[in-house]
C-alpha cells in the first residue's frame, strides 16, 4: 500500500482527521454538519463511507466494496474486517478511494470545487494501474539482479600427490593493523598447515597482500 495512503488509514482508524465533528469537539468550528449534504454530523464514518455523496463513488468500485455496508461498525473495524476478508488489491483500492473522497471534501471546503465521481472513479484505476506497473518493474529488476550474481567459486583440491597453497589478506583501517591468513591442503583436501600473521603496516590491501606472499613461501619451505 503507497505511504500516502497507509498513513490516511492510519488517521481514519484512529480518528484524528480534522472531520467538522473533531473540530466541533475542539471548538474550532460552529457546527458538526457535513459540508456537502449539511444534514448528518461529518464524522470519520460520514465522511469516507456513509455520505449519499460518498456511496455515489463506493457504487463505482470492485463488488465486494460495493456491497459493503458499515452498519454498526466504526471505520476501523470496517478495515479490520477486510483486511482478513478481500486481497491486497481490493484492500489498497478501498485505501486510495477513500485518500481520494477525503481529498474531494477538502476542495469542496478550501476550493469550492467537487470532483465527479466518474473522475475519482478514474484517477483511481490508474493510480491501481501505476502501481501494478511498479511491482512488476520491481520484480523484473529483482529477479535480473539474481540473475546476475556470479557463484562462488568452490575450492579445488591439488592433483594427487601436490599441495594447493591458500592465503588472504586483510586490513583494519582504524587500528592502522592487517592480518595474513595462509593455509595448506594435500591433494586429499585435508589441512597440513595453517598460519596467521598480524602486522601494524599497509592500509593498501594489494599491498598487504604482497607482503603476505614471501611469508607464504617461507611456510611452504619449512614444511618442506
Not at 1 to 15: G, H, S, V
Not at 142 to 170: F, L, S
Not at 203 to 223: S, T, W
Request: net charge positive; charged share 25%; with cysteine.
Amino acid at each position: 500500500m503507497p505511504n500516502t495512503e497507509k498513513l490516511f488509514i492510519w488517521k481514519a482508524c484512529n480518528n484524528i482527521l480534522p472531520t467538522t465533528q473533531n473540530l466541533f469537539r475542539k471548538r474550532i468550528v460552529e457546527e458538526p454538519n457535513c459540508p456537502i449534504c449539511l444534514h448528518h454530523v461529518e464524522s470519520i464514518e460520514n465522511a469516507i463511507w456513509k455520505c449519499e455523496s460518498m456511496r455515489d463513488v463506493w457504487g463505482l468500485c470492485s463488488m465486494k466494496l460495493q456491497k459493503r455496508s458499515l452498519q454498526n461498525q466504526s471505520f476501523r473495524e470496517l478495515v479490520i474486517n477486510l483486511m482478513k476478508e478481500v486481497n491486497d488489491e481490493v484492500l489498497i483500492e478501498m485505501a486510495v478511494v477513500a485518500w481520494r473522497l477525503w481529498k474531494r471534501m477538502n476542495e469542496l471546503v478550501f476550493q469550492k470545487e467537487f470532483t465527479n465521481p466518474l473522475i475519482i472513479l478514474k484517477q483511481t484505476r490508474q493510480k491501481l494501474q501505476d502501481l501494478r506497473l511498479l511491482q512488476s518493474n520491481t520484480s523484473i529488476s529483482t529477479a535480473r539482479q539474481v540473475g546476475c550474481v556470479e557463484p562462488m567459486n568452490q575450492w579445488k583440491a591439488p592433483p594427487n600427490g601436490h599441495y594447493k597453497i591458500n592465503w588472504d589478506a586483510i586490513i583494519d583501517q582504524k587500528k592502522c593493523r592487517m592480518g595474513i591468513g595462509t593455509i595448506i591442503h594435500n591433494w586429499e583436501g585435508q589441512v597440513m598447515c595453517t598460519m596467521r600473521l598480524n602486522k601494524p603496516l599497509f592500509l593498501d590491501p594489494n599491498l598487504a597482500e604482497a607482503y603476505a606472499a614471501p611469508h607464504v613461501v617461507l611456510l611452504r619451505q619449512e614444511i618442506g
